[in-house]
C-alpha cells in the first residue's frame, strides 16, 4: 500500500510550528465563538469602532476585548486600524447575524455543548459511545428538547450550514418527478422549503420531533409554503407516516450508528409504496489519505451522538439492510451528495 501524507496549510512552517498550529485549533475555536456570541460582528457593521466603546455596550472588560479581538486579527477575524479600533474583515462579516453565508450560529454552538463534549474525546475513543450522553446524562436530541435556547442555536446553525447544502441538492436532482416528498428530520423545514420552492406542482410533508415540526410549519407557512404541505410531529424510531411516494432525510443518518439508522430506514421503508425514493443527503467519505473535513465531522458524530459518517459502500450496505436498493450517489456543488436508494417489493 502507498501512503501519502495529509498536505497541511503554509508548507513553508516547520514541523513544529506546523503542529503547534494544529494543537492550539481549540483556542482558535473557543476565540471565534466568543466574539459570534458577544456579537461584534454585528456591532461593526456600519464601520470600524473602538474596543472601549464595543467593551461599554457589551459589558464586557475592556483590555480583555482587546486582547481577544487582536489575537483573531492576526487570523483575518477583524482588522486592527490602531488606536484600539477595529472593523470587520470578510471573514467577520461572515460572523454577523442574518447575512447571506453567515456562520454566527454555527460559532457559537461549537464554542458550547460541543465544545464540553470534545473535551472527553478520549472517552468516546475508549468505549466507542458518545461523550455527550456521558456529560449531559441524556441523548443530545433529548437534551435539545429540554433546552430551548440551545436548540434554537442548534437549528439556526444546522440551516446556516445546510442551506448552501441544500440549494446544491436542489440544482443537482430532478424533484419535479414526485408527487408528495416527506422530509424526515426536516429540523426548521428549510430543505423542503427549497425544493418546494423550485418545484411548483410539489406538495411534501415534514416529519421531525413535535417540538422541533412546530416550527419547521411556522417557517414554511411564512415563505407562503403552507397550503402544500403536512406537518407531522412524532419519533422516527418509532413510526414514519405514509402519504408520499418519495422520503429524503438531510444530515439526520449520519447521527445514528449503523443498528439505530437501519431502524430507522425500515420505518421509511414501511411507509413509502413498492418501488418509492429515499434520498439521503450526506457526505460520502472518501479513501484513505485524502483530507476532507468529512473525517473531522466523523469524529464529531461519535462524541454528540454516536453516530457517523460513512463511505458508499456503507451506504449501500445499510440500505440493502433496509430492503432499498442504492441506485446512484449524485454529487452536488456542496460537500454532500444525493444518495438515491429505491424500495424493493
Ligand atoms: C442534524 S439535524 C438535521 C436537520 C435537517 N434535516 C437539516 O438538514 O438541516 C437532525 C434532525 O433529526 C431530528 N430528530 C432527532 N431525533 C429524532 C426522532 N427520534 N424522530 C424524528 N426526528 C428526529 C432532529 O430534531 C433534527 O431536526
Redesign the pocket.
Known amino acids: 500500500m502507498t501512503t501519502q501524507t495529509i498536505p497541511l496549510d503554509r508548507p513553508e512552517l516547520t514541523l513544529e510550528q506546523r503542529l503547534m498550529r494544529l494543537l492550539t485549533g481549540n483556542w482558535v475555536t473557543q476565540a471565534i465563538s466568543v466574539a459570534a456570541e458577544l456579537g461584534v460582528a454585528d456591532r461593526l457593521a456600519d464601520g470600524a469602532r473602538s474596543c472601549d466603546e464595543l467593551a461599554q455596550e457589551l459589558k464586557v472588560q475592556p483590555v480583555a476585548l482587546y486582547r481577544l479581538l487582536r489575537a483573531l486579527a492576526g487570523m483575518e477575524l477583524f482588522c486592527e486600524l490602531g488606536d484600539r479600533t477595529f472593523a470587520n474583515t470578510p471573514l467577520s462579516e461572515r460572523l454577523r447575524s442574518g447575512v447571506p453565508g453567515s456562520l454566527r450560529n454555527t460559532a457559537i454552538m461549537l464554542g458550547q455543548e460541543h465544545y464540553r463534549a470534545w473535551g472527553e474525546l478520549l472517552t468516546s475513543v475508549s468505549t466507542g459511545d458518545p461523550a455527550f450522553e456521558r456529560m449531559f446524562g441524556m441523548g443530545v ?1 433529548e437534551y ?1 428538547d429540554q433546552q430551548p435556547v440551545a436548540a434554537d442555536v442548534f ?1 439556526r446553525a ?2 446556516e450550514q ?1 442551506r448552501r447544502t ?1 440549494l446544491a441538492a436542489v440544482e443537482a436532482y430532478d424533484f419535479s418527478r414526485f408527487g408528495k416528498l416527506m ?5 426548521h423545514g ?2 423542503l422549503a427549497a425544493i418546494l420552492g423550485a418545484n411548483p406542482d410539489l406538495h411534501g410533508i415534514l ?3 413535535p417540538s ?1 415540526v412546530r416550527h419547521a410549519r411556522v417557517a414554511l407557512t411564512e415563505r407562503g409554503l403552507g397550503e402544500r404541505v403536512e406537518s407531522i410531529g ?4 418509532e413510526w414514519v407516516p405514509a402519504g408520499a411516494d418519495a422520503c429524503i ?4 443518518i449520519h ?1 445514528w450508528d449503523d443498528r439505530q439508522a437501519i431502524d430507522i430506514l425500515r420505518n421509511v421503508y414501511e411507509a413509502l409504496p413498492p418501488g418509492g425514493t429515499v434520498l439521503l ?1 450526506e457526505r460520502v467519505l472518501p479513501g484513505p489519505n485524502v483530507a476532507d473535513l468529512g473525517k473531522l465531522a466523523d469524529l464529531n458524530m461519535l462524541v454528540m451522538t454516536g453516530g457517523m459518517e460513512r463511505t458508499e459502500d456503507e451506504f449501500r450496505v445499510l440500505l440493502k439492510q433496509a430492503g432499498f436498493e442504492l441506485e446512484r450517489v449524485i454529487a452536488t456543488k456542496s460537500s454532500s451528495c444525493v444518495i438515491e436508494g429505491v424500495r424493493g417489493e
Open positions: 436530541f435539545f437549528h444546522m440551516g445546510a441544500h422530509d424526515v428530520g426536516c429540523g428549510e430543505l416529519f421531525d420531533l422541533v412524532g419519533s422516527f424510531f432525510m438531510s444530515s439526520v447521527d443527503l
